[in-house]
């Protein structure tokens, strides 16, 4: 009888530390551009998303078209989303970026408009009455106190992104989505579970730093909380 091979990757083992050791280079390569895909998708998705919501605020009647062509993107499959956008963009990064921002604007634009018609109305008045002109009363006023809904926006949409980068895989450009298409392909376990693995965890981290951010820049909620009965 043939004894079984010494180690676990010759066993194709789900578990093994031997492809830990020896791909490490990979996986730091893909998790490197997993994270640089997220945050670069949600940074400008972010950039594109206050202002939107701020004019859905200003003007009653832009509401209902953001909103509605935002949730129409959002109910596009994502391998429908890189098919529409190939022509533009072709087989690269920017394709996988620009998917992932059109995704992203929904919950940012729903959660940051949510946010700004929050504001109490006798709030804003308050501040007209001191003198506090449109632009300062947006960034002193309304922008902080509309943070909480729009940093739980920002959060599902950064773990939503994380989950969508792997997506990317098709094109050649997911991340750790790479990893997850070829072991899913070669049936090579450990890449399997590892990159998923990996997924979980930095969209777990993410999710914990900004909830960290939220808390740093909203410190009146803290208050708020702690003086209810």
């Not at 062509?69 to 959002?74: C, H």
């Not at 790479?178 to 777990?204: D, E, H, P, R, W």
Request: hydrophobic fraction near 55%; include cysteine; charged fraction near 10%.
């Amino acid at each position: 009888m043939t004894a079984p091979p010494d180690d676990c990757l010759a066993r194709n083992e789900w578990i093994c530390g031997e492809y830990l050791s020896t791909r490490r280079q990979i996986l730091l390569d893909a998790v490197v551009q997993h994270l640089q895909l997220t945050s670069l998708s949600v940074l400008i998705a972010l950039v594109v998303a206050v202002p939107l919501a701020v004019l859905a605020r200003r003007w009653g009647w832009a509401a209902g078209p953001v909103l509605a062509l935002t949730t129409v993107l959002y109910t596009i499959p994502s391998l429908a989303m890189f098919s529409l956008l190939l022509p533009v963009y072709g087989l690269s990064a920017s394709l996988v970026v620009a998917g992932l921002v059109l995704y992203s604007l929904t919950l940012l634009v729903r959660n940051i408009l949510a946010g700004l018609r929050a504001v109490p109305e006798d709030t804003r008045q308050a501040a007209r009455g001191m003198g506090y002109g449109p632009v300062r009363l947006l960034l002193t006023v309304e922008l902080p106190l509309a943070l909480p809904a729009a940093m739980a926006g920002l959060r599902i949409a950064t773990v939503s992104a994380v989950s969508l980068v792997t997506i990317g895989a098709i094109v050649g450009f997911g991340g750790l989505g790479n990893l997850i298409y070829t072991g899913m392909n070669t049936y090579f376990k450990a890449q399997v579970l590892t990159a998923s693995v990996l997924c979980v965890v930095i969209a777990v981290a993410a999710d914990l730093l900004l909830l960290g951010v939220q808390r740093v820049l909203t410190p009146w909620e803290r208050a708020t909380r702690a003086v209810r009965p």
